[in-house]
């Protein structure tokens, strides 16, 4: 099974809706990393949480960390075209500081306008 | 300007090849990378480099050998290219415990 799961694995929503994609994983996230992707092109780093309960934003892009450090949202209010892409979430689950990340099969997301 | 460059950004080659990917981070980083992202957009760690040494090393065939020259560089030599193989590599550097900054990637074609 895999380690990081995120969900919607697809999400249409109309320009102006607010929106949440969600990333769980069975072992305690000693990292959490949010980026997006667009088509074709690398990936864009968003945010990083490591507390528990730890909640950041930029512009119009919430992340949140459980308190319990084994999920996190993000979350987009007032969606704009500039918006669409794939969403990762990325974790660190070794606590080691400097291993790879383990990714979620990400979210595409499209905005209608 | 370019945190992390990697090249080149298309690589058309035939099965049973050898071929390189190379990659260069300007952030004074200790930690270098290397990923693959599959098709349906999985993106699953290949290797870290940590000061020069191999930390981690995921179920990897050893066809593929990452190589760091120094610091600012790790790249990646594949031999005997399979179809398998093709896919988009991201190289990525970060300070420990820091996000991780990612290359553009290379799109890897295997005919």
């Known amino acids: 099974s895999q380690e990081l799961e995120q969900s919607p694995q697809s999400l249409i929503v109309q320009e102006g809706k607010n929106l949440t994609i969600n990333c769980t994983s069975s072992k305690t996230l000693y990292g959490l990393y949010w980026y997006k992707q667009k088509y074709g092109e690398g990936l864009i780093f968003l945010m990083m949480?490591?507390?528990?309960?730890e909640e950041k934003s930029h512009e119009k892009i919430t992340a949140k960390l459980d308190e319990k450090k084994q999920q996190s949202s993000l979350h987009i209010t007032a969606s704009q075209p500039s918006h669409a892409g794939i969403y990762l979430c990325?974790?660190?689950?070794?606590?080691?500081?400097?291993?790879?990340?383990?990714f979620g099969k990400g979210t595409h997301l499209i905005i209608q306008p | 300007d370019t945190a992390v460059s990697q090249t080149p950004k298309y690589l058309v080659t035939q099965m049973g090849n050898d071929k390189s990917i190379k990659c260069e981070q300007n952030l004074g980083h200790d930690t270098m990378y290397w990923y693959k992202q599959d098709s349906k957009k999985f993106l699953k760690i290949m290797f870290s480099?940590?000061?020069?040494?191999?930390?981690i090393n995921e179920t990897v065939p050893n066809r593929f050998s990452p190589k760091s020259p120094d610091k600012a560089h790790l790249n990646l030599h594949i031999n005997s290219l399979e179809l398998g193989d093709s896919a988009v590599y991201f190289c990525a550097s970060s300070q420990t415990r820091h996000e991780q900054f990612f290359g553009p990637g290379t799109r890897l074609t295997v005919l």
């Open positions: 949480l490591q507390k528990g309960g």
């Open positions: 480099y940590n000061n020069k040494e191999l930390i």
């Open positions: 990325g974790a660190d689950l070794a606590g080691g500081g400097a291993d790879g990340l383990t």
